[in-house]
């Protein structure tokens, strides 16, 4: 049986989608058998991200009765399935969320961790992700605005019988009024797990479609994904040197080539 983490968040725009993908693939270079599902049927930017928009089979026939979840499943990265959710607006309409739970017994018996995307808000679409967790990974910036959309999400997730795991704190830097790490575990009452920095490696990996840690692995938000999937795998994380640490002793060792 899998491990099933929802991956939520207040608002749009924390970074929900970029972590469940970057997670995932994490997950899935650790020799552990990953599933990544975009349950945000509206906005449905996972499938995007990864370049599987042209699918014919998406989360949304499924949900609307049209086809089997197996069809729906494809390989992404480093082996990782990716479970998309369509683009249209008429395969949104035709889509029961109701059925999504129906849909995952299948996975979950067929993968070690599953993590789901959920939609931002606090829709009917976003509490059926959020009940259906193992545990809850809050997607949130270091910002007060940010805070409160989180802290209606923890207060949902405590709802409907659902636990917290732990915050994900994204962006961190890109701010001079950013909240510190403690002031954030206070407001949502969880732990940071991690801080991944503002990194702007990471809308060019999006525009590659293609996930940070494989674009670029040392930037610091790929290290900061990789030392995540590390902890809720239980295993060791080695940092890896910065890029700016490897050019300046490749510059050194040239330096010293040239000029002895």
């Known amino acids: 049986m899998a491990r099933v983490y929802t991956i939520a968040s207040g608002k749009g725009g924390t970074g929900k989608t970029t972590t469940t993908i970057n997670l995932g693939t994490s997950l899935a270079a650790l020799g552990k058998k990953t599933t990544v599902l975009d349950a945000d049927l509206g906005m449905a930017n996972l499938g995007l991200l990864l370049g599987l928009e042209e699918e014919p089979v ?5 949900l609307s009765g049209d086809q089997r979840i197996k069809n729906a499943i494809y390989e992404g990265p480093e082996g990782l399935q990716v479970v998309p959710a369509g683009l249209t607006l008429e395969g949104f309409q035709k ?10 017994s299948y996975i979950v018996s067929n993968t070690e961790y599953l993590l789901i995307d959920a939609p931002a808000g606090l829709s009917k679409d976003s509490v059926i992700p959020l009940a259906v967790a193992d545990e809850v990974l809050l997607v949130v910036n270091p910002e007060l ?9 923890r207060v949902m997730t405590d709802k409907v019988g659902s636990t917290v795991g732990g915050i994900v704190l994204t962006r961190a830097g890109s ?3 950013d909240l510190d790490v403690s002031r954030v575990e206070d407001l949502l009452e969880a732990e940071v797990l991690v801080t991944v920095p503002e990194d702007a490696e990471v809308r060019r990996s999006a525009s590659y479609k293609k996930p940070v840690v494989l674009h670029s692995p040392q930037s610091p938000a790929s290290q900061a994904y990789k030392k995540l999937a590390a902890k809720l795998a239980d ?3 080695v940092e ?3 890029v700016e640490e490897e050019g300046e002793g490749f510059a050194s060792k040239m330096a010293k080539a040239i000029f002895g």
């Open 58 to 62: 998406t989360l949304h026939e499924v």
């Open 95 to 104: 889509a029961d969320p109701e059925k999504l739970q129906d849909a995952l």
């Open 145 to 153: 605005s940010s805070m409160a959309d989180g802290l209606k999400t």
């Open 175 to 177: 701010g001079g009024d």
């Open 235 to 237: 295993e060791e994380f």
């Open 240 to 242: 890896a040197e910065t």
